[in-house]
């Protein structure tokens, strides 16, 4: 589904991504650890077209996306959900999930009824200002704002980041009903150990801007030490 | 004390036309942070569609629909051989708008000379208000302006295409990696408001004497009732222009002209100390 091959990239002047090589197959949920400073978010960026690489090949549904503008790779059938949501504060709820269907013909452009199963929060709230969320809500809505695109790949970075242990659990169980029921393939950034241990397939870990390490969750279950060797500080 | 209805009116329908200017001036930098130091010759050339018209025989009415037609498509030929090169690189645009406007001037002066031109009067009649005895003309000013404006509030507010705008102005990456596509918006938005700029430039025609120099008239003002009224959201631009179009009309009617440039300027000034912002504004986040 994707495949990165030999990818460099800068930003600010210094190199960060330095040669990733990294592949994620259909269906599968990959998480990606390292520690900060690595290139996780780099990668997510470039992969969305927000940075442009210096070189290397981004190959997403057997077609090449490096150098396209994010709105083109949007409507390739990636959805992104940033590091800090980046959810539009000032605007409603329901502003915010249209957003995620502008890309579409305006015959298409309603919410689709999954979204509310899978977040039945926002239904109730959608004329409330996004920005009166607390932080476990908001990437709800990140999330639901991404896939009202209908995805085929879906990048998060750090969902837990900033939110109650409870809420992140919440959030990892419907990923993973999302990622089963609709075979939605997702790479996700992710400092949570317990999280990505409950949810993810593979993993893969990036240091100094390249894949250094790839396994299977089982490996990891059977040796949580190889995570610690690659997180801890 | 008929004077002071009247006053209030002309007051007002200035204030409405101003917003017109600003509006479209806002829109553009709230959008894509250019400053556009042409939108006052895009004014020029709205009051200019009218004049030709006019001279050409066919009348106002016509030139008032063609103005912000022609002007829209000055903006867009600009926004599409120059500015879309200069976006984040604001001291550039301004200088390239800079550039633009005195070249739209000189060719006015090229194809219409130097001196103020007059319009005939649209509406000459007056209408009887009661108390006072008022030009239809500027009534009609009045009507016009307040619709255009409640339609660019509800297309920014209410509609698909305001929706991704607003988006954009918030966030452009988030905009783009949700699929939007940002480029596109730049484009109709300069276009939409150079249009506003040029529909305000041939309402205001019959009432002034056009010459090349018009368009400086409204920029600054409007430029200054953006400042005062902040640039994070268009009802910013309602109190802005209240504030600055408000007190210019009057105090240049209680003292003179010069004395109201004063003023409006030191209140500017003090706004902006207290509130940086804008009455309204709020801050970008990028």
Not at chain 2, 87 to 115: C, E, H, M, N
Request: with cysteine; charged share 15%.
């Amino acid at each position: 589904m994707l495949n990165i091959t030999n990818l460099h990239a800068s930003y600010g002047g210094s190199r960060i991504l330095q040669g990733v090589n990294l592949q994620v197959a259909q269906g599968q949920i990959m998480a990606l650890m390292g520690r900060n400073g690595m290139g996780k978010t780099t990668l997510m960026r470039t992969i969305m077209g927000l940075l442009r690489p210096s070189s290397g090949h981004i190959i997403f549904d057997g077609k090449p996306i490096q150098g396209r503008q994010s709105y083109k790779i949007s409507s390739d059938g990636i959805g992104y959900v940033p590091q800090g949501r980046e959810i539009f504060g000032d605007f409603t709820v329901a502003e915010n999930l249209r957003l995620g269907a502008l890309k579409f013909d305006r015959k298409n452009r309603d919410i689709p009824e999954e979204i509310f199963d899978y977040f039945p929060i926002l239904a109730q709230r959608q004329d409330q200002l996004a920005g009166s969320f607390s932080g476990g809500e908001q990437q709800m809505l990140a999330i639901a704002r991404a896939l009202v695109g209908r995805p085929k790949l879906l990048l998060l970075d750090e969902p837990s980041e900033g939110i109650q242990p409870s809420i992140v659990d919440e959030i990892g169980q419907i990923l993973k009903k999302i990622n089963s029921e609709a075979g939605l393939t997702i790479l996700i950034v992710e400092q949570n150990v317990d999280m990505v241990l409950e949810i993810a397939d593979n993993f893969s870990f990036m240091e100094k801007g390249i894949i250094v390490h790839n396994c299977p969750v089982q490996e990891i279950k059977a040796d949580e030490s190889i995570i610690t060797g690659y997180i801890s500080v | 004390m008929a004077d002071l209805p009247i006053l209030l009116l002309n007051s007002f329908s200035y204030i409405l036309v101003l917003i017109l200017v600003a509006m479209g001036l806002v829109i553009i930098f709230g959008l894509m942070g250019v400053i556009n130091m042409a939108h006052g010759e895009f004014f020029l050339l709205g009051a200019y569609t009218v004049v030709m018209t006019d001279s050409l025989g066919i009348g106002f009415w016509p030139g008032l629909i063609l103005a912000p037609i022609i002007v829209g498509l000055v903006g867009l030929a600009l926004e599409y051989f120059c500015i879309r090169f200069l976006y984040d690189r604001v001291l550039d645009t301004i200088l390239a708008t800079w550039g633009v406007s005195i070249a739209i001037k000189q060719l006015i002066i090229i194809f219409f000379g130097p001196a103020g031109l007059m319009v005939n009067p649209p509406l000459p009649q007056l209408v009887n208000m009661g108390l006072i005895e008022y030009p239809a003309y500027r009534l009609f000013i009045m009507l016009a302006s307040l619709s255009v404006i409640g339609f660019t509030f509800f297309i920014f507010l209410k509609t698909d295409m305001g929706l991704a705008a607003r988006a954009v102005i918030a966030n452009r990456n988030m905009a783009a990696s949700l699929g939007i596509n940002t480029r596109q918006i730049y484009r109709n938005t300069f276009t939409f408001g150079s249009a506003l700029a040029g529909l305000a430039g041939a309402i205001m025609a019959p009432l002034m004497s056009c010459d090349p120099q018009m368009g400086l008239g409204f920029f600054i003002p409007a430029f200054l009732a953006i400042l005062v009224g902040g640039t994070g959201s268009l009802s910013g631009i309602l109190a802005g222009g209240m504030v600055v179009g408000g007190s210019d009309s009057i105090i240049s009617y209680l003292f003179s002209p010069v004395s109201s440039q004063i003023v409006v300027f030191t209140l500017a000034v003090i706004v902006i100390r207290i509130k940086p912002q804008g009455i309204l504004g709020t801050k970008r986040n990028e």
